[in-house]
């Protein structure tokens, strides 16, 4: 299925678009990962501890995460661009307050007000493209997205540990102000105002705060889940919470006219079948974080080499996404995706596959692999979850599929590490907390019983999405 989207006068403002809204990931993408790498310098410079620290990125995740649907619904409200545009005022503002936080309280509250911003553009990016670039250059245009994402994740560490080396931690936040600036002129002068499809819709005030509670419990009791283990009753608390309030969502949903999430979208088998292997992939890929402990404790490199090793799966991904993009405006997405889903299958088996006699090309050849499969699977699939919304439901659908992304890594890594964590113990005969401490062997089948695991599951997924695709082709739809 794909749908005509109105286009405005200007075709050839489709790239400044692109610009901005590349501007606005890269922005959000590099903030995650260059952030990442400053916590041990902020819990040195702010004078407090790991635990407090921590909030830094648990608060910009619990806003982005919670309000990420919110804001997709305004933006089949209103006009995408002006809520953009104060997305990224508001990121802006965030990150220039965040470099100037004299303590992390602060700091933590800046973060907060920053994810703000950063929900806006995330929920609004996707859905602005599709609106500008005709349905013939989607993938194209979601492929270009993809690597931008791969680009900011793969520079992040190396450019954050250059910064603080250089400027201090400060800058890792201001940095990111002249480069909004810049988006937000570029945006102002050439982004089209499209009008949205439907008029005098309401907000489902109700909606919003039931999600936004259920939504809370759940990325708060993910993220206490993996320093208090998932047996405590406060950590048990908040998921059922999250469960109970998504239940009371999904019912107010249903009874409502206008609806913050219309669940006639999930009628459609292509959109919630891409979605839910989009967030299955995600889950999946919260795995690759157990592998600096193979790295550094197996193998025994430095530091700033296990930096620069890490970065092999998000250049991977990042140099094949336009391409696999552009190949599914060709041959429909489905069939590309499917080529994407058994590449990262193959890759995961191969690091599964990891030894202490490992060589760094060989480490480095497996994970390609996999990053190169992420790249050929995640394009050609938001094309299709894309193509498969209709025209007054764009803002959902992109909230949707940031949603998704953020859900699953949220769940992945946990999960994830459980799974590694469980395999350890029971090698090493440890308690739970002594993990870091096993000996190599023991670490080593950790890792590859959770890629195994990791195969297994995102094998399933190729076989329920290779036989969605003989479905279609059988009734003869076509793939993209």
Do not use: H
């Not at 949707?400 to 799974?419: D, E, F, Y």
Request: proline share 5%; net charge neutral.
């Amino acid at each position: 299925m794909s749908i005509d989207i109105p286009q405005p006068a200007d075709t050839s403002r489709k790239w400044w678009a692109m610009v901005v809204v590349g501007l606005g990931i890269f922005m959000g993408t590099l903030d995650m990962s260059s952030v990442n790498v400053s916590l041990p310098t902020l819990v040195q410079e702010l004078e407090t501890d790991f635990a407090t620290i921590q909030w830094v990125i648990v608060g910009y995740v619990l806003v982005v995460t919670s309000m990420m649907l919110g804001a997709a619904r305004l933006g089949d409200m209103y006009t995408k661009k002006n809520l953009y545009n104060w997305g990224q005022v508001i990121f802006v503002f965030g990150s220039l307050l965040s470099g100037l936080a004299p303590n992390v309280g602060w700091l933590i509250a800046f973060r907060i007000l920053q994810g703000v911003g950063s929900v806006i553009m995330q929920a609004l990016g996707s859905a602005i493209i599709v609106e500008v670039f005709p349905p013939s250059e989607r993938g194209r245009a979601m492929g270009i997205i993809g690597g931008i994402v791969s680009v900011g994740i793969a520079s992040g560490p190396a450019i954050g540990g250059m910064i603080i080396g250089m400027a201090g931690w400060r800058w890792v936040f201001l940095m990111k102000v002249p480069v909004g600036i810049l988006a937000l002129a570029v945006s102002l002068r050439y982004l089209p105002a499209i009008q949205p499809i439907e008029k005098d819709e309401r907000f489902d005030v109700i909606g919003a705060c039931i999600l936004l509670c259920a939504l809370v419990c759940f990325a708060l009791g993910m993220t206490m889940g993996q320093s208090r283990g998932f047996y405590d009753s406060a950590v048990q608390t908040l998921l059922v919470v999250s469960a109970a309030g998504v239940t009371a969502f999904l019912i107010v949903e249903k009874r409502m006219s206008q609806p913050m999430l219309d669940l006639s979208l999930f009628r459609n088998l292509r959109f919630s079948l891409s979605l839910l292997i989009g967030l299955i992939s995600f889950m999946v890929m919260g795995g690759m974080f157990i592998l600096p402990f193979y790295l550094q404790l197996v193998k025994g490199y430095p530091t700033f080499q296990i930096g620069f090793m890490m970065m092999a799966s998000p250049v991977a991904m990042g140099m094949v996404a336009p391409l696999a993009g552009s190949m599914s405006d060709r041959f429909g997405t489905r069939v590309i995706s499917l080529v994407g889903l058994i590449t990262i299958v193959g890759g995961c088996y191969a690091v599964g596959t990891l030894t202490v006699d490992t060589s760094v090309v060989e480490y480095l050849a497996r994970v390609f692999v996999v990053g190169m499969g992420m790249g050929i699977f995640q394009s050609p699939n938001n094309s299709a979850i894309m193509g498969a919304a209709p025209l007054e439901r764009l803002g959902v659908a992109s909230g949707l599929m940031a949603l998704a992304r953020n859900l699953g890594t949220t769940i992945g890594i946990p999960m994830m590490g459980a799974i590694c964590t469980a395999i350890v113990v029971a090698a090493a005969g440890l308690p739970l907390s002594n993990i870091a401490d096993a000996p190599p062997a023991a670490l080593i089948q950790g890792i590859n019983g959770t890629f195994a695991v990791s195969a297994i599951v995102l094998g399933v997924a190729s076989l329920l999405y290779g036989m969605a695709l003989l479905v279609d082709s059988r009734r003869g739809m076509p793939s993209a």
